[in-house]
């Protein structure tokens, strides 16, 4: 069956009405999964199944039988294990419907048909009692329902109620329990993400400064968590103001709670700093006594050699509400809040002796908006000075005394930059973000805020003047992938008739550039898996490749490949080029060719990006900043998002010992639709 949705489309703009096949979201759901990378989490699975059996023994030597609940079973990996340590019965409980059919596939094939009954449900739905789901209560609980957050996936709820329901007093738990670790750090680079820092402009008649408005420095930002690959920052990016604290700990085999409260440590610096950011990971002990631990402790904390990467479980960064000069060795609190799925962090210098249980902190809300408009790497973006400074040298050469300057990017800087580099003319923006922003720099009657979409701008909007500069970064909050910023052109193209016949638009162009990488470890989250501990689970390979395939043509998918290491494997090639000079042609854009491969390694796929050319000679990547050795390691634009397509026959390719040489593309960006259509050829 087809239903239509409507969407607009993030590169053309365009209120659209698509015909979407009613499985196109599930699909998406499966193929986008981080199923694949869980199985490829030899770590972790290793360490489950040794939770499993100890837990199993324990129960087997106490006489009694052992009766295993696995809540959110996904493939039934996790009861699989169970029965085959001896367990005598298993429920497994999930409650998406694609993925219980697939384990229910998965159980069979393995030969566990009479031990494991797979249960379609959500696990408060579940009943027990001789007409219910389970005949009886268990007496072990199996679950893996942990996001980097620990908790942001529900576990505690779910916890809550299995021991309510569903498990019976002093059960067996695998994992036994979960820690909470934090350390405080000062770091620039992360608290850019978080705060806009002042801006400088270089301008004819001296410096100006951009600053932030107190709301916005006051502010403590939103709740959602900031989770990352912590191990990709450099020691060098962040100062460590403390040693690493427990903050707090759940203990699985007994009863949970899951309402609202506060955990509240003591720290005492080791280093004098500014005090910015809490870093924080957790471990899970498999057993009572702690002896199957699993990590995610990043690199300098970790002693063990063996590391294991994945992306289903990172590292989190949490933002204080202010940043506060810390002495080393003074005497500070620190409280973390959570409620039913998030956690928030205050750092507090004294301690208030009034009453320690009423150390209420309220969860963070924004009240700047910025941090509405803004995400982390959008403020890290408007953080970047060597990017304002493309800027600001591209606007000096384009703007001149009577130039009349029209803004198009979401949450710009650009018009106050404009402003300042003396546009006398007052410079226009689209209203796409609602800042306090212009107050503050006290700009309100400096820029003329126009409350259309630029298909909708009339003379009137522009006093009847014609625009001479039109000018974006551009940048889009909509625009998940990277050719999506192509908006620009087509709102260029919209307000074709208000610009001057010689109108000079800033970027002039913008090129599409693709590379040929090997991924470090990236490419396990599409890779196919086989079997997992000994266990066939191909049936969800091939799931995850039916999905994959859904549609005619592959998707590229957006990535920080910041925190994904890869090697080039050919030099970077330019595509396509757009040229914003003129207007969005009725025809599409295409080309083919072949790129070489310069470089031995496994071909996983392509990476692709967007330049843009803002003036003659000065031009931004929003992807590939440098290949730093003859290695061949790539660095990144640490503020983008890059689009990366997986090459489905790169798994084959692995087992060649002979490489191809080159890779055949083909690229066509349809200009009805804004999509960029690509097929290889290895
Ligand atoms: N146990 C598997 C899969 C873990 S992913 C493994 O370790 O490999 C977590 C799964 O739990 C997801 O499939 C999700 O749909 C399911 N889930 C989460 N909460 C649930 C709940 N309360 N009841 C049933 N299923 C749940």
Redesign the pocket.
């Known amino acids: 069956m087809k239903t239509f949705c409507g969407r607009a489309n993030p590169t053309t703009g365009a209120m659209e009405w698509v015909e979407e096949d009613e499985n196109y979201d599930y699909h998406q759901e499966i193929a986008r999964s ?2 694949a990378d ?2 490829h989490d030899k770590d972790r699975n290793t360490k ?1 199944y040794q939770g499993i059996r100890a837990a199993v023994n324990r129960v087997r030597e106490r006489g009694e039988k052992a009766i295993v609940l ?6 039934g ?2 009861s699989m294990m169970a029965a085959a340590a001896g367990a005598d019965f298993c429920y497994a ?4 419907k694609p ?1 219980a059919n697939a384990a229910v596939k998965i159980v069979e094939k393995n030969g566990f048909r009479d031990k494991i009954k797979v249960i379609n ?4 739905e579940v009943t027990v009692g001789p007409d219910g789901d389970m005949q009886c209560r268990a007496n072990i609980l199996v ?3 942990f996001d980097t957050e620990l908790i942001g ?2 576990a505690l709820p ?1 916890y809550e109620h299995a021991h309510k329901y569903l498990v019976q007093e002093g059960c067996e738990a695998v994992p036994h329990r979960a820690t909470v670790y934090v350390q405080l750090v000062e770091s620039k680079r992360m608290w850019s993400w978080n705060k806009l820092f002042p801006v400088r402009v270089e301008a004819e008649d001296g410096e100006k400064i951009i600053v932030s408005p107190s709301e916005m420095e006051k502010c403590p930002g939103v709740p959602s968590v900031c989770d990352i690959q912590l191990n990709q920052m450099p020691s060098s990016d962040f100062t460590i103001l403390s040693d690493v604290v427990t903050m707090f700990s759940v203990d699985f085999s007994k009863p949970v709670r899951s309402a609202p409260t506060c955990y509240r440590v003591q720290l005492e610096p080791v280093k004098s700093g500014k005090a910015q950011i809490i870093l924080s990971w957790w471990d899970i002990d498999m057993d009572p006594s702690g002896t199957i631990n699993c990590t995610m402790a990043p690199y300098w904390v970790k002693s063990t050699s063996a590391f294991q990467w994945r992306d289903h479980w990172m590292q989190c960064v949490y933002f204080l509400p202010n940043e506060e000069p810390v002495l080393q060795g003074e005497q500070l609190y620190l409280t973390a809040c959570r409620d039913e799925y998030s956690v928030w962090y205050k750092l507090q210098k004294a301690r208030e002796e009034d009453n320690k249980a009423d150390v209420r902190v309220e969860s963070p809300v924004c009240r700047c908006q910025a941090h509405l408009l803004w995400n982390r790497p959008r403020f890290g973006q408007l953080n970047d000075q060597n990017r304002t400074c493309q800027y600001v040298k591209s606007l000096m050469k384009v703007l001149k005394a009577g130039s009349v300057c029209l803004c198009v990017s979401d949450g710009s800087l650009l018009p106050v930059l404009a402003h300042h580099l003396g546009a006398k003319q007052v410079p226009y923006s689209f209203h796409f973000s609602d800042l306090c922003f212009f107050k503050a720099n006290h700009l309100e009657d400096k820029i003329k805020i126009i409350e259309a979409r630029p298909e909708l701008l009339t003379s009137s909007h522009l006093e009847d003047k014609k625009i001479s500069v039109l000018v974006g970064e551009p940048f889009f909050t909509t625009s998940l992938l990277p050719w999506h910023n192509l908006y620009f052109w087509y709102a260029r193209t919209a307000v074709t008739r208000h610009l001057t016949s010689n109108v000079t638009v800033l970027p002039q162009s913008a090129s599409l550039h693709m590379m040929i990488v090997e991924f470090q470890d990236l490419w396990r989250i599409r890779s196919p898996c086989g079997t997992c501990e000994g266990f066939d689970v191909r049936t969800m390979d091939d799931m995850i490749q039916n999905s994959l395939n859904f549609r005619e043509s592959k998707e590229a998918e957006p990535h920080p490949l910041w925190e994904y290491p890869c090697k080039s494997l050919s030099d970077p090639q330019e595509l396509l080029t757009f040229d914003f000079r003129e207007t969005v042609p009725p025809h599409g854009l295409s080309t083919e060719g072949s790129v070489n491969l310069l470089r031995k390694g496994k071909s996983h796929g392509a990476v692709l990006w967007m330049e843009y050319h803002l003036a003659a000679d000065i031009s931004v990547s929003t992807g590939l900043t440098q290949i730093s050795n003859e290695k061949g390691n790539c660095e990144w634009n640490p503020h983008c998002k890059q689009a990366v397509y997986f090459f489905s026959s790169a798994i084959e390719s692995q087992t060649l010992s002979e490489f191809p040489t080159a890779v055949k593309y083909a690229i066509n960006f349809d200009t009805k639709t804004g999509e960029i259509a690509m097929d290889f050829k290895l």
Do not use: A, N, Q
């Not at 696995?70 to 493939?75: A, E, F, K, P, Y």
């Not at 449900?121 to 408060?124: E, P």
């Open positions: 981080r199923y869980m199985l489950y696995d809540i959110g079973t996904g493939t990996l996790l409980i999930e409650v998406f993925m449900k959500h696990s408060t679950t893996e329902l996936e529900g779910t």
